[in-house]
């Protein structure tokens, strides 16, 4: 079935400087999605990617969609402490409509 | 406000007890979904329901079971069958958007411990 690998598994960092996680695809997906946890919390959805070479932001997010559409980042300029969390990527089981497959996620600490 | 409610918050049951979570949702969303996560892992779908009185196992069916009698709510039991039901329970609804998947809303959550 559809599978979709997160790296890294974990980032610290100090505060200001910048973090990027990646998911990867063996398989031409048709969207990404993007979320983030908070510690505690639950996730809350950040964006959506559907195009190739697809590039979004907000704010000090950079969300980019590979050009094969088999792979997807995103990055985060001088994070700050309000940052921390898991970021999971999540893509489309095919096969289920509606479904998401979820990365295992990156955790990001952010030390101020 | 329009959300996801998940009660309670915190579960703790002794082994060998059925436990039901609760999840209503007032999106007006057809699908509903039930994920599991464990410390340092991502969510692993457990069963979802795309129109009321359907639903369809996920990857983690075994142990657990599911009710779609109102499009609001779609509670799951944990089972004495499950072998590992310490963990914490996410609900999620979307729209649906065939092929393509569409944005999740998510519930608070539920911590079950299970001793």
């Known amino acids: 079935g559809q599978q979709v690998m997160q790296i890294p598994q974990y980032q610290h960092v100090q505060e200001g400087e910048d973090f990027t996680t990646y998911c990867n695809s063996s398989t031409t997906l048709s969207n990404i999605q993007w979320y983030k946890q908070r510690p505690g919390g639950h996730p809350v959805f950040l964006i959506q990617l559907v195009k190739s070479g697809e590039v979004k932001k907000q704010k000090r997010l950079t969300f980019q969609f590979g050009e094969a559409k088999k792979n997807s980042s995103l990055h985060i300029t001088a994070t700050q402490t309000t940052d921390v969390g898991t970021y999971f990527c999540a893509v489309a089981n095919g096969g289920s409509q509606g479904n998401l497959i979820f990365g295992k996620g990156t955790k990001l600490s952010v030390k101020p | 406000d329009g959300g996801i409610t998940q009660s309670p918050k915190y579960l703790f049951r002794k082994e060998g007890q059925n436990v039901t979570l609760s999840c209503e949702q007032n999106?007006?969303?057809?699908?509903m979904y039930w994920y599991r996560q464990d410390p340092g892992q991502g969510l692993r779908l457990i069963y979802y329901s795309q129109i009321v009185n359907d639903f369809q196992k996920g990857d983690i069916a075994e142990g657990y079971s599911v009710s779609r009698e109102k499009k609001e709510s779609f509670p799951l039991t944990v089972t004495s069958a499950q072998k590992n039901p310490t963990a914490f329970y996410l609900c999620a609804s979307s729209i649906l958007a065939p092929g393509t998947g569409s944005e999740q809303y998510f519930g608070p959550g539920t911590r079950l411990t299970v001793t």
């Open positions: 999106l007006n969303h057809d699908a």
